[in-house]
């Protein structure tokens, strides 16, 4: 299915096909992608994010893209957006990829999509909720022009909710 969603110059965000699965599974088992999650995934957790990524687009009409790098089709991670449980009213812009890709731009050039394609979509703001200690993940949100919205905990997890009204 081709989806609604431009490609970057460098990055193609498409739906998920059997074959991200398994480099989706290493960047979940890293330590270092992991750091402000609970926990590293297994392989059987990861395979269902990944399915919870791409069904996003059947139930919503968007959802969390896989990002594949244009120059050789290797895939990066996830970007996009979805109705997250503790703020199911709001859709957030979420980002997740490999170390490999990480200091590249890649995660501001592929959510500056996404920020295109809800205006597209007439949603009236995107939050994005962010462990308060990642910093890479902020300058991400504070690039896309996301402010601080407020500050909050669930389940054990404080964090900060950065809002874009659009
Ligand atoms: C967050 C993440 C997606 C960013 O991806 P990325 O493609 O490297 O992001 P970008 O290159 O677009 O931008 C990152 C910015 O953070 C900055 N940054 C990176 N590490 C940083 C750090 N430790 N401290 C402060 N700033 C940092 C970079 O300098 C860059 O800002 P700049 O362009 O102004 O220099 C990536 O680090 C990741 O996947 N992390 C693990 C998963 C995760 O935490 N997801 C977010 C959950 S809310």
């Not at 992608?33 to 994010?49: G, I, T």
Request: one cysteine or more; proline letters at 5%; hydrophobic letters at 45%.
């Amino acid at each position: 299915m081709v989806l609604p969603v431009p490609s970057t110059a460098r990055l193609t965000l498409r739906r998920w096909t059997a074959a991200d699965r398994e480099p989706f599974a290493a960047l979940n088992a890293d330590p270092e992608v992991m750091r402000y999650f609970p926990a590293a995934l297994d392989r059987e957790a990861s395979d269902r994010l990944a399915d919870y990524a791409d069904g996003c687009f059947d139930r919503l009409g968007f959802g969390l893209s896989a990002v594949e790098q244009r120059t050789d089709g290797r895939f990066a991670g996830f970007v996009g957006l979805h109705r997250m449980r503790w703020y199911p009213e709001d859709v957030e812009i979420g980002w997740r990829l490999a170390r490999w890709a990480w200091g590249r731009g890649y995660a501001t050039e592929a959510a500056g999509a996404w920020v295109g394609h809800a205006r597209e979509l007439g949603l009236p703001r995107l939050i994005s909720v962010v462990d308060p200690r990642n910093a890479a993940s902020l300058a991400v949100t504070r690039k896309l022009g996301m402010v601080e919205g407020w500050r909050a905990e669930a389940e054990g997890r404080p964090h900060v909710v950065t809002v874009l009204d659009l």
